[in-house]
């Protein structure tokens, strides 16, 4: 948990908080960012990459926000409901102590499952008497479209021209043309109940009553605790491995079984640069890696999800310069992310640009065939056999690897400093290939072997060959440099190479000497290898974790569990982590990361079995 000290009128250089100081809530169609301080400052309606209606975390001013705090000087701590996303809030204050437990409803996972979309925020007060405050201004798509406000048998509506929310309240309001607002005392065992609606066609405005609240808050706790009880991890970290379970979860789509990168957009890799990107969508790399996180654990109707998400949404398509898959999809299966600027929003405490869409969607990555194809060989092996369409889409991405391999291309960390013959794009089409032939054999499945077997005894040679660097004794980021990768830390995680090799051995002294800190692990030096992009970055959390797995299989376990336990202390109060950790500790880039989670859950499962 964590102090906050929340003034009662902030100065305008501390009108942002920092990105560990939030949790997370969801419904498995959107989230909200709810900081320490009781505000939730990003929230967007009706989907994750739907345009936002709080944004103050990019824009204090100008981004809309929903506060609800006391309204005297209190410190404040923030923990989950345990074994659940509902969160809660605490406020100490002279007279007494209070709390907003906000959560929102599930409605149903099924495929095309409708119904209503709630935010619902419950205060009250647990001893003595406190005065709460609530302001609720959204500003709807990115903080740029007008709305109006009616209110009307105790319900607030705010309409823009392309979505409306109604807000009920058991406490009287005030309207001021855009916003609503209250203040108003709590004493002990007293509640108030506020709660957000998108209505449409088809939803109308419903009050939101105290037995309602608490009926919702009931059978959302119920939820989350009947889905993490599947759970098989009984290991030393079931904290922090459940809680990154529970995240990963909160980022899947359910209409589509989409698992997406991250729920934010723009926070930054560096404050006042310009590596701010949307995360918002579906990385067929990430998600691929989340499907085996999740079957670790025994989640395998998450992993059955995706899977009908990559049939139903996705399949080998024109064979053009970027290959028959793009690297990322709209968590709707659509194929198109148009990148464009916000310069009306300034920016994460100024950090701009603030981009929605990625023209990374574009880009050519040959790894991400590894990791897609390697995910469906794990699913058929622990879950359950894929269907002939699927091996037959399998046997197409697979034939065009093998004819495309050796092409240069962006990498896996989407440099926008041109296409290189990278070393992790050849060690992940060797395993699609590999473990493409290891499925065919295993279930008796028709296939072109001898011409796998050939692609893939090439590729190996290839890496042995070239992607070694005498000078550096060591596997290098691309062919023919010296610059070393963190991303080399999956050469025996993905059993390309034994663990214990001399020239494994030799990287991983290599990669310790030049790319970790104190357990944490850059991606690459930019100034070694230049990326496209001004500025630095901090570490890179995966990384970090990658690098545990490797230290436990060079069966340096010692080693392996005090960086591992190093690394959990950078999570914030809540055990959640953005996507980079900066020179001082901060979290950095968007917030929370499934990357980062599903690693983390690996890194403790492996680290686990070799502690016995």
Known sequence: MADTPFPEDPP???????????????????????GSNGTIDWYCCPAFDAPSVFAAILDAERGGRFELAAAVQARTKQFYFPDTNVLITRFFTEDGVGEVQDFMPITGEAP??????????????????????????????????PHTLTALDGVVRFDSPHRSLALTSTVALECDGRDARADFKLGEGESAVFALDQVDGTVTPAYCAHAEAEHEFNATVAYWRRWLHQSRYRGRWREM???????????????TGAILAAPTTSLPEQLGGERNWDYRYVWVRDAAFA??????????GEAEAFMRFLTTHISPGSQDGSGP?????????????????????????????VRVGNAAVDQLQLDIYGALIDSIYLYDKWAQPISSGQWDDVCRLVDWVCDHWDQPDEGVWETRGGRKNFLYSRLMCWVAVERAIRLANRRGLPADLPRWRQARDTIYRRIMDRGWSERRQAFVQYEGGDVLDASLLMMPLAKFIAPTDPKWLSTLDA????????????????????????????TFSICSFW???????????????????????????????????????????NFPQAFTHLSLISAAFNLDRALG
């Open 12 to 34: 305008r250089s501390s009108r942002y908080l920092p990105i560990a100081e939030h949790g997370l809530i969801g419904d498995l169609r959107s989230v909200a960012l709810v």
């Open 112 to 145: 095309g499952a409708t119904g209503r979309h709630r935010l619902i925020r419950r205060v009250v007060c647990v001893r003595g008497t406190v005065p709460f405050r609530v302001l609720v201004a959204p500003r709807f798509d990115y903080g740029a479209a």
């Open 241 to 255: 491995v459940h809680r990154s379970a529970l995240t990963l979860k909160l980022l899947t789509y359910a209409p």
């Open 291 to 300: 499907v085996y996180a999740l079957l670790r654990l025994g989640f395998s």
């Open 325 to 353: 898959l793009q690297i990322m999809y709209g968590i709707d299966g659509r194929a198109e992310l148009p990148e464009r600027e916000l310069p009306h929003l300034e920016g994460h405490r100024g950090s701009s640009p």
């Open 511 to 538: 990669l310790t000497e030049d790319l970790v800190s104190d357990s944490l692990v850059y991606r690459y030096d930019p100034q070694a290898s230049p990326d496209g992009l001004r500025g630095d970055e901090g």
């Open 547 to 589: 690098f545990v797995e490797a230290l436990v299989r060079a069966g340096r376990v010692d080693e392996a569990r005090l960086a591992f336990e190093k690394m959990l202390t950078y999570a914030n109060h809540l055990g959640l982590y953005a996507e980079e950790i900066g020179r001082t500790g901060e979290q950095q880039g």
